[in-house]
Structures are given as C-alpha cells and as structure tokens.
C-alpha cells in the first residue's frame, strides 16, 4: 500500500459497498488486471457488495457481463452503470421522448431506443449526443458540427478524454467532442458521467448503504476521484490506469488511498 494512514485503515474498515471503475482499474482490453479476481474473492468472502460504474458506453450491459464471464467473473447487469445509461434516462426525464443524432456505436443507441428516443441518421435532430465511439468516421464529426453549429443541444456521455487500452491510450469522448466544438465554435451543453455525483447518489440509495460506508476506486483524479469527493465518500486511487505517482503530487485531487492495484486493496479490507 503506498499511502494508508490510520484514518483512512478505519474508512476502509467500514466500507460495505464498493464502486469500480473498469477500463484502468479492473481491466485492460477486457482483461483482468493484477489483483483483480482477488479483489471480487475478497468482497464476497465478507459478503460486501460490489458494483461497476464506468463512462465507458460503447458496449451493452450484457457484452459487459460476457465479457467478465469470460475470465469466470460472476457480474449481474444490475451490478454495472454506465454513462451512457445515465445519459439517455436524463434525457427522457427532462426532454421526453426526442430525435436525436449519435456520435456512438450501435450498442449506446440500442439504449437511446430502449429509453423512448428517435435515433435518427439523416434527419435533424433535436438533440446531438456524443460518446466513446471505435467506429468513428469523418461523416459522424462532419454532422454533428452541423446540427450543433445550428443550435441542437449539445450533449457529452462523459468528459473522459482518452480510454486506456493495452497499445496505450486512444481518444474517448471529451476529444471526440473537442473536434465539434472547435468545427461549431459552440460548447457543450450538458456533460454527464463521472465526476458528476448524480449516478453514484443513486447507487447509494438503491444499496441502502450510507455515504461513509461507500468506496470509489478508480485510476484517474479528475473523473472517478473528483466524483468520489464531491459524492463525499471514500476514494481510492489505484495506479494500473492513466494517474502515475508525479500526477498526485501536482493536483489538488487527492485520494484517501493510492495503491498499486486492486490485490493491494484486497489485503487490507
């Protein structure tokens, strides 16, 4: 354990519900990093609860759950959240049912249409939304400016500017978006997903758990840390993702624990 002082030992102690995040901190490319089967082990041995919270939102519910049961994790789609998700249930909410256009794969406008909304491709929109997208093409980028530039609302899945992988670190949404928003000179409207502590209140409230008996662990400051503060829970801060030692130092973010990974965490609990 790099930093664990007395005060943080007791708020580990008295954790009962876990929040993870999963590209960086549970996985790489799909596949478990160092620590993290002994982490799951660990947790339901002491009958804690677990769940997944990512702004990832280029793959379903049940490709997440494929995906762990792949390397034998045993993960319900009731225990995974995503931004995306949060995303299109906001929108139904607070806009109702709406066309709207998507810079995103086929799995994020499944939900969109899942939720009520028109996903449209070659008609204005009432609403361009924007998320980690592997499929991305000119066309997309070219489109959305448009409709933005026209006055749509303009709506970010999640701020994340980059998405871990096992070759290094590709664009996620945030630079995606940054390319509108320098083609449209318009910001974004909306940006949901960590840090916001809508989702993670939500979480809270669905486990019964209270605030001092819930934990984040993530592997970046300014999205699964920054959430965890602003939630005013615990965080952890692990350093199998994007933040590296020399990036604690020179931020205000700081943790309650930074570890090397997930099995460090597991010793302790």
Sequence with gaps: MIFLNDNSRNKLKKIKLFVLDIDGTFSLSGKPLPGAKEFIST????????????????KSLEEYVFEFKKHNIDVSKKQI?????????YIYQKFGRRKIYIVGTNAIKEIFSKYGHEVVENEEPDI?????????????????????SKGKL???TNPDLNCPSKDGPIPDTGSIASVIEKASDKKPNIVFGKPDPLILEMIIKKFNVKKEETCVIGDRLYTDILLGIRAEVTTILVLTGEAKGEDIKNSNIKPDIIAKDLGEIAKFI
């Design 43 to 58: 947790i339901k041995n002491q009958n804690k609860h677990f769940v997944f919270l990512t702004n990832n939102s280029n």
């Design 81 to 89: 959240f995503t931004a995306g998700i949060e995303t299109a249930e």
């Design 128 to 148: 361009v939304v924007i998320s980690f997208d592997k499929s991305l093409t000119y066309e997309k980028l070219a489109k959305a400016s448009v409709y933005v």
């Design 154 to 156: 303009f709506v970010l």
